[in-house]
């Protein structure tokens, strides 16, 4: 493999990390405020969602010439998105509903992002 390849792959490996941190840190919020109704819990939440879409954005770059990779890439986004999507829905039911129907609701939720996040690494 190439210098340059080698690069790219560290570079879309390091990325996927990132795009996986963020997720368990927005994860992290907001389970601390279905604990405790404290909107300050929502940072690691907010700053995370903030960042998403220039994360994927570049993971999308740095593997659009490897089509094995833009595959889970396009994969990886997807699920990203979803799970925010469901992270703000929760948030919406804590709000509406009260922390105890939100909770309820997060404990129906699969965490695909994770397992399909380990096969950037082949």
Partial sequence: MGTRQAEQTRHILETTQRV??????????????LLTGDDSYLEPYNT????????????????ADKPE??????????????????LAETIRIARAAGREAAVRARKNCARPIRRYSSRMRT
């Fill in 48 to 63: 995370a969602r903030a960042t998403l879409t220039s994360m994927v954005g570049d993971l999308s770059v740095a593997a």
């Fill in 20 to 33: 996986l941190s963020a997720v368990k840190d927005a994860e992290t919020g907001q389970r601390g405020y």
């Fill in 69 to 86: 990779q833009a595959s889970r890439v396009t994969q990886i986004t997807f699920l990203s998105r979803e799970e925010f999507a469901e």
